[in-house]
């Protein structure tokens, strides 16, 4: 039936499209036509994109079988509709039409996986990657019939721990939980997106993921800004390599090696943040680490989301709507339900209705994250009153680095004294070194995982890595970006990559590299604005509505503009650039460098055959693996009795 309402209506726009031709003319040369055929796409697509946003909402918040079948069929709805959308957008002569016109109409023209043109095809793949987000989201790893959810259980274990083994049975079981069972969906989600890709004009999966970008060659301008960077991820490497040789030894780690993949704090080792207590460079001066705090102070979810929304009403931008507050999911529910824990914000394109679903932990990551969703929630709102197609980031990169830019000032301990969540503040170089080292060892360490996430899926997609190879390939780039090897020896028979979210549920990653060079340019833009002076990683915009203006007139302008006419609107440039990234982190750069010299450290990780040794096994026993005497004795009598 709703198939049926959807080709009913693109009926009448094609005799709307015929009403405006010019008889004769291969093509509709008429702009006029051309116009009334986007203002009626615009109000339906609200109403079908709305249907879709919904399903997926109510599937990721309640994963059952049905809720996904519901949502594969939305999806079936959706295709049809944006396949009839790109059908008669194709009817248009556009050389003559203003550049508005052609945009919209050329963004109606590539459709993702709705080109597919057999929707056997789009229900298989939208079957494969809803499996994937399945497996994921319910998977647990159990030890003697107790089992651990990845969030909150893994996660904690990962960030608190420093037992090498009980790291590593965390680390490991994921993997064989989640990743292994992933492999022949993957090779058949592979197959199926390069055909959606194909049918989009382009060679393979990752060309059309990197067309988003409407560049040259984005992988060449990657790799340019990442070798800017790369030395200092290499000092920080080596300076973290060190902190962690003196807790573990030289069994497990090597100076002049890779770093095991599993001590990080992390599960990817993408963020290590959770190193900061090991790592921190002047320990007993204040430090940023507010969870404590939040939890002294007896924070909830809903406080820690009334705290970031303060945030962005201070510079006036608008508050989070009621819809946000009814609807939203800012904790796992207690009811039973097995959720989509991995935090996301929703458009449901209706103009009125943004939602969070978010399994929140009471600590500063996840603060952090907060306000990084939140940022997604601001930018939805402010390009609301825009075409449906027209609302999206100016490119991806810049929809991530919104919230990420804004929590780069809530993170200043000026502002977390500000707002009671630190009760100190020191103004001296060390406070200072250990507070960029804190944000270092979230921005800093990312870089490079980032950068080879989408290297190994390009690389996957265009054939250069055969599915023979998948995870040989994965830890080959791991060790040549990260400097990290596998605590033990990975396989053909393990799947690593699905390990991680967005590799199992079809999310491209390098959009995060360019939210994080972007994200400091910003911020640069923003202080200035805010009348800021001194050190760039001294800023906080609070309660300045010119820095908030500033933001505004550029979130407001969605995807309508290029994003080098959106960056320049916030920035004053039209290219994306490190030096405001260097800028904020140089003092943290000559410090590394110093310290590094004077501990003799080798910089990067020439030694590529060391492995360290095996992990002994864990029983969650107790911290001691001496055997008690009762035992000895046992097995002594066992032993001269054979």
Known sequence: MALAKISLAFICFYLLVQKHAV?????????????AFLNSFNEMAMEVYSAEAAASWDYNTNLTDENREKYVQASLVTAGFDQEARQNAS??????????????LEKLLYIGDSALEDDQDLMDLTNIITKMDSRYSKGKVCLKKKCYNFEPDLVRILAESRNYAELYWAWDGWRDEVGKPAREDYKEYVRLKNKAAIANDQSDAGAYWRSWYEVDDLKADVLKLYNELKPFYEQLHAYVRRKLYNVYGSKYINLEGGIPAHIFGNMWAQEWQNLLDICEPFPGKPSVDITPSLKAKSYDALRMFEEADSFFTSIGLSPMPPEFWNHSMIEKPNDGRDVVCHASATDFLNQKDFRISMCTDINQINFITIHHEMGHIAYFMQYKDQPVIYRDGANPGFHEAVGDALALSVLTPQHLHTVGLLDEIANDTQADINYLMSVALEKISLL???VLVDLWRWDVFNGTIPDTEYNQAWWKLRMEYQGIVPPTERSEMDFDPASKYHIAVDVPYVRYFIANILQFQFHEALCTAAG??????KCDIYQSTQAGTLLSNMLKLGSSVPWPVAMEKITGQRQMSAKSLVKYFEPLMEFLEKENAKSNE???WPNTEWKPEAPPAWTNSSATTTMSLTMLLMCLFVFWNI
Not at 23 to 35: D, H, I, K, P, V
């Open 23 to 35: 008889r004769g003319q291969a093509l509709n040369s008429n702009e006029a036509g051309a116009r």
């Open 448 to 450: 490079p995982w980032i």
């Open 91 to 104: 009817t248009f002569d556009r050389t003559r039409f203003s550049a508005d016109t052609v945009r919209q």
């Open 602 to 604: 080798t910089i990067g």
């Open 532 to 537: 800021h002076t001194g050190p760039l990683h």
